[in-house]
């Protein structure tokens, strides 16, 4: 058709303008392009972590649920909800057991606890006193009962994976390493209370039942320092450093042999699938579980860790919108003023008989061809310009989650420290893994991961769609001009 | 003979003039094929208007226009423009960014005439209107005011019209010229049967032309030649 042949002659023989109107398409798609590359970046992250990270599931005592069942105005109303409190039984293993065999999960572990004196070795205090944290998965909700009035907790972990405070980093090894034989009587124990006690790697430490006088004894196969003040976040009866940590099998073992100890076990199911969480707790609801215990899951976590990243993103997908409103603004002007210029062209196609909506056709098709050279041009220059913005971004988020996820493996120690650290380097193209709260997830610290061609068909999708719109709308006044007004004015 | 073009109580009157403030009324003129006519008024007669009603950029107040005896009121204007009519303006109305030829090639597509080789049949028309085939590829703005004003004719030829109207055509140029496109003009319509309208102040070409029609105090006089 005649209008691409015109279209044509009219770009190659008009360069000035049309030169002009492309850089400012130009500018538009370069901002666009950087904006749309920092969005998938951020996406691809957040997607990569959400894909990594596990929902998984602890249950606690539901105190609101309980005390909006009893009358708390009344006296005896409140005996009663304390004898129900009382009465809500803890997690045994055989409910462990039972809960974790589902279909909803794939994998599930717990810490075990109890209380010990010992007639060997001091116990650290504080002006808190002493008691228990309930657990290495303190920071999920757990039933904390209290678990003895000794004056050592024992806590037992069924795998590597319930370990969260050294996985967290707020528990370290200094010496030694952490058990990694779960049948084994080997222990960890808190540098302060190794101190206190001159207590060295290989070291036997014996804890005694005050109720019946039966001791128990762990080797000393590592000696860990704990980020946070041990007294913080304490229960008035509990002091951190005086946290052994061992196996679960030892734990229960003592457990189930001795009358006299009472254990705590907290438990955490990890589920296959997100969605299955409804499911899952209508099976454990089913399986007995009480009324008076709730089920808590790490999913605030998850929005937690992925906060910097969203608001990174968020921030980009607001230039975006400001960049193409501005841009969109700039080119109706342009075009508005290119028609105008153009006035007397159009007159003298339409004296000749051209038809407004070819006219409108040709001049469209122009434009279009213009944007399309100035997006790829902006897209190319974008995504250059994108390499250094957007890991200007990231690379901090990127810089310390390397750090930590590097750390986690000298928490551990000895073997866990190759194990695991090992696995967290990475750099340059390849996928890295980014430690976010704890998690170790993969991302990618590379730019090839940001410009990729679903941002080049956005950047064109939304450039055409711009250049459409702010086109169409200066096309508008072509239908306005009249062919002899317009030449009557030139004359 | 019979007429191409009659015009029928035209009468015209701007969108937002009072309702009996004509600048045309009771316009009665009649065109046949093979003559140049002169439509001559003095400033402000309505020579102009009533070239853009004959040429079908606007459209009649009263009245009507017959083309073939066809009602300008019923058909296509643009095809009407494209097909029927050549327009040659005083100030050639050329597009300045193409050359001598694509001026008159552009014409060709847009009135969908079928040529199989437009630039040639381009050269052939700048040639029956005197200029040289080497201009074919000249940029309008290189070319002299007689020279665009050829070209102009030869792009009004190039769909072969039936009528050329041409708005003062030698208003810009010298005497000898204004002559040698008068010579054209006069050529197109004893040759080729086109029908020529003139809307001019020049009294020589008045003289030359078949016939006159004068534009006074929004009436016309006939005055044959």
Redesign the interface.
């Known amino acids: 058709m005649?209008i691409f042949?015109?279209a044509w002659?009219?770009i190659t023989?008009?360069k000035g303008r049309n030169i002009f109107i492309g850089i400012i398409i130009l500018v538009i798609a370069c901002a666009t392009s950087v904006t749309l590359a920092i969005r998938s970046s951020a996406s691809s992250l957040i997607e990569a972590y959400e894909n990594s990270v596990d929902l998984t599931v602890s249950i606690g005592m539901d105190r609101s649920n309980m005390m909006g069942k009893f009358d708390m105005s009344s006296e005896s109303s409140r005996e009663e909800m304390m004898k129900a409190f009382q009465n809500v039984s803890s997690i045994t293993i055989d409910d462990f057991e039972l809960y974790a065999n589902s279909n909803y999960l794939k994998d599930s572990y717990y810490t075990i606890s109890v209380g010990l004196d010992s007639d060997e070795m001091e116990a650290a205090t504080s002006s808190f006193g002493n008691g228990d944290r309930g657990g290495m998965g303190g920071n999920k909700t757990t039933i904390t009962n209290t678990t003895s009035s000794g004056d050592f907790t024992i806590t037992g972990y069924s795998s590597i994976s319930a370990m969260t405070e050294f996985i967290s980093g707020n528990y370290s090894i200094v010496e030694g390493e952490v058990p990694t034989d779960f049948d084994s009587n080997y222990c960890v124990i808190n540098q302060e209370l190794a101190e206190l006690n001159e207590i060295s790697v290989g070291d036997t430490i014996k804890f005694v039942n005050s109720n019946n006088n039966k001791t128990y004894s762990l080797i000393v196969s590592g000696i860990y320092t704990e980020k946070e003040d041990g007294t913080s976040g304490m229960s008035m009866f509990s002091n951190s450093v005086n946290n052994i940590i061992t196996n679960a099998n030892y734990v229960s073992n003592i457990a189930s042999e001795d009358d006299d100890l009472t254990s705590s076990l907290t438990p955490t199911f990890v589920l296959n699938n997100k969605e299955d969480l409804n499911a899952y707790e209508e099976e454990l609801r089913n399986k007995g579980l009480s009324e008076y215990l709730a089920i808590n899951t790490n999913s605030e976590e998850v929005e937690n860790a992925t906060s910097t990243i969203s608001n990174v993103s968020s921030f980009a997908t607001t230039f975006l919108i400001i960049t193409l409103i501005i841009g969109g603004v700039v080119l109706l002007v342009i075009n508005m003023i290119n028609i105008r210029e153009r006035k007397y062209?159009i007159?003298?196609?339409?004296?000749?008989?051209?038809?407004k909506k070819?006219l409108t056709a040709q001049f469209m098709i122009e434009l279009l061809v213009i944007s399309m050279v100035a997006l790829l041009v902006g897209a190319g220059i974008g995504s250059f310009i994108s390499v250094p913005v957007s890991n200007s971004l990231l690379a901090s988020e990127i810089e310390s989650s390397k750090n930590e996820s590097n750390s986690i493996g000298q928490n551990f120690g000895g073997n866990m420290n190759q194990a695991q650290g090992g696995q967290m380097a990475g750099g340059g193209n390849a996928p890295t893994n980014i430690n976010f709260g704890g998690v170790s997830v993969q991302a990618y610290s590379s730019i090839d991961a940001v410009v990729d061609m679903k941002v080049l068909g956005q950047l064109l999708l939304v450039g055409i769609g711009l250049t459409i719109l702010s086109g169409l709308a200066s096309m508008i006044s072509i239908q306005k001009f009249?062919?002899?007004t317009i030449?009557?004015e030139?004359? | 003979m019979k007429e191409i073009l009659k015009l029928e109580n035209v009468g015209y009157r701007y969108s937002d003039a009072d309702a009996n403030d004509f600048v045309l009324k009771n316009i009665n003129f009649d065109f046949e094929s093979g003559k140049v006519y002169a439509i001559k008024g003095k400033s402000g007669s309505g020579k102009t208007t009533l070239l853009s009603l004959i040429s079908g950029l606007e459209r009649c107040s009263e009245g009507k226009i017959l083309f073939k005896e066809e009602d300008l009121g019923n058909i296509d204007l643009d095809y009407y423009r494209s097909n029927h009519i050549g327009i040659v303006f005083q100030s050639y109305n050329l597009l300045p960014h193409l050359t001598a030829s694509e001026n008159i090639i552009l014409s060709m597509d847009i009135s969908k005439v079928e040529v199989d080789d437009k630039r040639a049949k381009a050269i052939k028309l700048m040639e029956s209107v005197g200029l040289p085939a080497s201009y074919a590829d000249k940029r309008i703005l290189r070319l002299s005011g007689g020279e665009q004003q050829r070209v102009a004719i030869a792009r009004s030829l190039s769909y072969n019209p039936h009528i050329i109207i041409a708005d003062e055509p030698t208003g810009n140029l010298d005497k000898e010229t204004e002559n040698e496109i008068f010579d054209i003009l006069k050529n197109l319509a004893e040759k080729e049967n086109k029908c020529i309208i003139i809307v001019t102040h020049s009294d020589n070409l008045a003289k030359r032309s078949d016939i006159v029609y004068e534009l006074k105090n929004k009436s016309k006089k006939k005055k044959d030649d």
């Open positions: 005649y042949k015109n002659v009219s023989r008009n062209e007159g003298v196609l339409r004296t000749i008989g051209m038809k070819m009249s062919p002899l030449l009557k030139r004359t």
